[in-house]
């Protein structure tokens, strides 16, 4: 199957995510574009990845064999109005974010081919978690394809539509619940006496025997939680599970369609 040519229709992290995943891959397109409305955003991104071509409207990279929307939920049903006479029957389109249905895209895009995606950040590495689903009709052939290019993220499988918000909220969004305080405890490690490298190594170790001592060992989740008996930040756990719970269920409100 011949090369395709791709389109970006926002240029922020996400696509400088995509962009990496493909070099790390060393993934060959026949071309590869950008438009934002923010000319500084753009230039950082050629800066960074001097292959892509700069794109002046979201007409143009509409035109494209793939276009990749990239772009907050409020701004797609304009954008979509803008580039509806732009796409044709061949475009497969994906949508990257929450909230915004197929079925909503596909009263204002003429198209077949429309997906959504849900990208995780870990994709900049290959190790992406990504939910996609698919628009009724589209073959499995279709399918196969577009899995097999968004597979050079990482993970990428087909769910159901309805599921693809608790995905964002579980998945994409879960490295931010830990990230910083993995951080600081590299920082409180370093009080302890340990170096930067003795830190990093012990908590990236640590971490992977955790997840499989959680979820392979076979043990229930109290019977895990029970191996150590001391649980120095067990007195604050009711808070922490309250701002969970307040937190996610109050941005699930916001992004769920």
């Known amino acids: 199957m011949k090369t395709k040519s791709l389109g970006f229709i926002g240029g922020g992290r996400i696509t400088g995510i995509f962009l990496q995943a493909f070099v790390n891959k060393k993934a060959i397109f026949e071309s590869i574009s950008v438009f934002d409305t923010n000319q500084e955003t753009l230039q950082a991104l050629k800066l960074k990845f001097p292959f892509i071509q700069i794109l002046t409207s979201a007409s143009e990279a509409a035109k494209k064999d793939v276009v990749f929307l990239a772009l907050h939920p409020p701004v797609i049903m304009e954008t979509l109005a803008k580039i509806k006479n732009d796409v044709n029957e061949q475009t497969i389109f994906i949508s990257l974010a929450p909230k915004i249905t197929i079925i909503k895209m596909a009263a204002v895009l003429p198209i077949n081919q429309i997906i959504r995606l849900i990208p995780s950040a870990t994709s900049v590495i290959n190790h992406g978690y990504n939910p996609a689903s698919f628009s009724s009709g589209m073959s499995e052939i279709q399918k196969w394809y577009i899995l097999e290019m968004l597979n050079l993220l ?49 908590i990236y170790e640590t971490l992977n025997a955790a997840l499989n001592t959680m979820y392979r060992s076979g043990m229930r989740p109290d019977e895990v939680m029970n191996l150590i008996p001391v649980k120095p930040i067990g007195e604050n756990e009711a808070q922490i599970k309250g701002i969970y719970q307040e937190k996610l269920m109050g941005l699930w409100e916001k992004i769920k369609p």
């Open 154 to 202: 990482g993970h990428t499988f087909e769910t159901a539509e309805e599921k693809l918000e608790g995905y964002a909220l579980l998945s994409a969004m879960l490295p931010t619940y830990f990230w910083f305080q993995w951080n600081e405890l590299e920082n409180i490690g370093a009080e302890f006496g340990l170096s930067n490298a003795e830190c990093r190594e012990s």
